[in-house]
């Protein structure tokens, strides 16, 4: 699976862009760096061939990582929903 990993310190988030079994932690090992996020900046740093690579092996990307390459153009699919509005309590 290829998901973010967010590393950095508190209030100055900067994620990592990487391959890892969909069983493991998002925060432990992994097998493969495939670049690096700064929301800040908004920038972002891939290895585009190791990606596509990954993809034709049948990796799959997290919805949050594809939104991510969707905007950046790196992959030409479609963006999915990464979230779920919550539901409204109806009061009294």
Do not use: C
């Amino acid at each position: 699976m290829i998901r973010l990993q967010r590393v950095g310190k508190k209030k100055q988030a900067y994620f990592r862009l990487v391959l890892t079994e969909h069983t493991k932690k998002p925060q432990g090992e992994y097998q493969e760096l495939l670049g690096t996020y700064d929301p800040h900046a908004k920038k972002l740093a891939t290895q585009q061939e190791r990606i596509a690579y990954w993809l034709t092996k049948g990796a799959i990307v997290s919805a949050t990582a594809n939104n991510l390459l969707v905007n950046h153009k790196i992959i030409d699919r479609e963006k999915v929903q990464s979230w779920k509005p919550k539901k409204k309590t109806a009061t009294a």
